[in-house]
């Protein structure tokens, strides 16, 4: 109880973790509808220690507006200066402009990064010249012929077969 005392200076190096995104904004540009895009988004840890990150949808975002963006992971720990990569996936489902919002957090730490994602569902466009073929009556086994166009009004290649020809369909 009477012993003297010892003064003891402690000192640390105090880290918050921090990670940083390869780019936060994401635009998968025009995708067919029933097409997907697959973009590859790269986390990369700054500091000496582990990180833990995660992603989240913004409280205030519509659910419908997030689910045309689908990630590959949505959470992990990278170790020390490490860089992992994660995919994005935009998955049109109708003709129209797409755009969401998601947030990169990391765990102790207070900076957090926003990543938009934007894309536009597109559709294949095709249409006939003439739009309305009239042939009119036909007898049996004989000959009749009609010249139509079909005509590609999108920059996707089309494929058109016919069910009762082609055996391969």
């Given at each position: 109880?009477?012993?003297?005392?010892?003064?003891?200076?402690v000192?640390?190096?105090?880290?918050?973790?921090?990670?940083?995104?390869s780019?936060?904004?994401?635009?998968?540009?025009?995708?067919?509808?029933?097409?997907?895009?697959?973009?590859?988004?790269?986390?990369?840890n700054?500091k000496?220690?582990?990180?833990?990150?995660?992603?989240?949808?913004?409280?205030?975002?519509?659910?419908?507006?997030t689910?045309?963006?689908?990630?590959?992971k949505?959470?992990?720990?990278?170790?020390p200066?490490?860089?992992?990569?994660?995919?994005?996936?935009?998955?049109?489902?109708?003709?129209?402009?797409?755009?969401?919002q998601?947030?990169?957090?990391?765990?102790?730490?207070?900076i957090?990064?926003?990543?938009?994602?934007?894309?536009?569902?597109d559709?294949?466009?095709i249409?006939?010249?003439?739009e309305?073929?009239?042939?009119?009556?036909?007898?049996?086994?004989?000959?009749?012929?009609?010249?139509?166009?079909?005509?590609?009004?999108?920059?996707?290649?089309?494929?058109?077969?016919?069910?009762?020809?082609?055996?391969?369909?």
């Amino acid at each position: 109880l009477n012993s003297p005392s010892i003064d003891i200076e402690v000192k640390a190096n105090i880290v918050v973790p921090e990670v940083k995104l390869s780019q936060d904004t994401i635009d998968f540009g025009n995708v067919y509808i029933g097409d997907c895009k697959i973009i590859t988004l790269q986390i990369q840890n700054l500091k000496e220690i582990s990180a833990e990150w995660y992603i989240e949808i913004p409280k205030n975002a519509n659910p419908e507006s997030t689910s045309w963006f689908v990630f590959s992971k949505m959470k992990d720990t990278l170790g020390p200066l490490a860089k992992e990569n994660i995919e994005i996936t935009f998955i049109p489902l109708e003709k129209k402009t797409y755009s969401a919002q998601f947030i990169l957090k990391c765990q102790h730490s207070p900076i957090t990064q926003k990543i938009v994602c934007t894309g536009i569902g597109d559709e294949v466009e095709i249409a006939f010249s003439p739009e309305q073929i009239n042939i009119g009556p036909v007898l049996p086994y004989s000959y009749m012929e009609t010249i139509f166009k079909i005509i590609n009004k999108s920059a996707c290649a089309v494929e058109v077969y016919s069910l009762d020809f082609d055996t391969q369909y």
